[in-house]
């Protein structure tokens, strides 16, 4: 597996626009509040534009019509050219418009932001192409998923923003908001571009995407639960919660990165637990810790997932309203 390391403007002017809209759950909001308070508060105009964008990016959502793989994907000669043949004319000219209103709002960021990124793309190109652990781990992860093949090449988009990633722009592509990470926090942007990664190769397991639904089906949660009322919806909480046993909260990150103990590891896992910033980033972590020995087993061992690793994240759901 070959990782290129890509960084455009004109897809990180798509994130700044699109993260202010707050359109989706996943939005950063913390970014939202750097980048308001480094320009500004929002002009009306601004606030119409937003309005017009979020029915664009509304009505095309994350999946196969997601706009923002035509904006993100490709050099920046190809974007506008590849937009223009995703939506309807008067969708190009609605778009074209929102960018124009947040030119200088964006400069403003992009000036500062630029230089951190390119750093970015230098490191991460360093890191991952040589690393004997990361290709131990996706070998490991072909047999975990069953999968037949991994993908040959890995685009990674870097975008302006605090620390996250998506798999939402394609098979062999992901995007990673990374500017505002000291270089210190390698480790564990490693660990999130190991998390999209293992996303984009579940998503190619038939058997994965048929136990997932299953466990789906037979979850119960109350539309009141806060997890449902922020509309992440429950193959979103499950999946998210099964890459991230494995990385960047789990059994994978911690041996392979952090080197702990199975004792250490425990006692990490518990400070994230007690110390999480809201209640999604602490499911994640809780189920890291539960689901640790099982884990550690089935990837070590070279086990496939299997129906008795799914069934038991329904028992840690449950455990964990009880937590």
């Known amino acids: 597996m070959i990782f290129s390391v890509h960084t455009t403007k004109t897809a990180n002017k798509f994130h700044f626009i699109s993260n202010l809209t707050r359109w989706h759950f996943s939005a950063r909001e913390k970014d939202n509040k750097r980048w308001l308070k480094e320009t500004g508060r929002l002009t009306q105009k601004e606030k119409n534009a937003l309005r017009v964008f979020t029915k664009i990016l509304k009505k095309y959502n994350f999946g196969k019509n997601f706009i923002g793989k035509p904006f993100t994907k490709g050099s920046e000669k190809e974007i506008w050219i590849n937009v223009k043949k995703f939506v309807n004319k008067k969708e190009f000219e609605q778009i074209q418009e929102v960018f124009s209103v947040f030119d200088k709002r964006f400069e403003k960021i992009w000036k500062k932001d630029k230089k951190k990124l390119q750093d970015w793309q230098g490191r991460l190109e360093k890191s991952l192409n040589k690393n004997k652990k990361i290709k131990e781990?996706?070998?490991?992860?072909?047999?975990?998923?069953?999968?037949k093949?991994?993908?040959?090449?890995?685009?990674?988009?870097?975008?302006?923003?605090?620390?996250?990633?998506?798999?939402?722009?394609?098979?062999?592509a992901i995007t990673l908001d990374v500017a505002n990470r000291p270089a210190s926090f390698l480790k564990h942007i490693l660990g999130i571009v190991l998390h999209e990664v293992l996303h984009l190769i579940s998503n190619s397991s038939n058997y994965y995407s048929r136990l997932m639904e299953g466990t789906v089906k037979r979850l119960r949660v109350s539309k009141k639960h806060p997890f449902m009322t922020s509309k992440m919806g429950k193959r979103t909480i499950i999946n998210e919660a099964i890459i991230s046993v494995l990385c960047p909260e789990g059994y994978v990150f911690i041996k392979y990165f952090l080197n702990l103990s199975d004792k250490k590891a425990n006692e990490y896992l518990e400070t994230r637990i007690h110390d999480a910033r809201n209640k999604f980033s602490k499911w994640r972590s809780f189920f890291a810790k539960e689901y640790y020995s099982m884990v550690k087993y089935y990837f070590e061992n070279k086990k496939p997932i299997d129906k008795p690793f799914f069934k038991n994240s329904i028992q840690i759901f449950k455990k964990f309203n009880l937590y």
């Not at 781990?137 to 999968?147: E, G, L, W």
């Open 137 to 147: 781990i996706f070998k490991k992860s072909k047999i975990f998923f069953r999968v």
């Open 149 to 172: 093949n991994l993908p040959k090449n890995i685009e990674i988009y870097l975008l302006i923003g605090n620390g996250g990633g998506g798999a939402n722009i394609g098979q062999n």
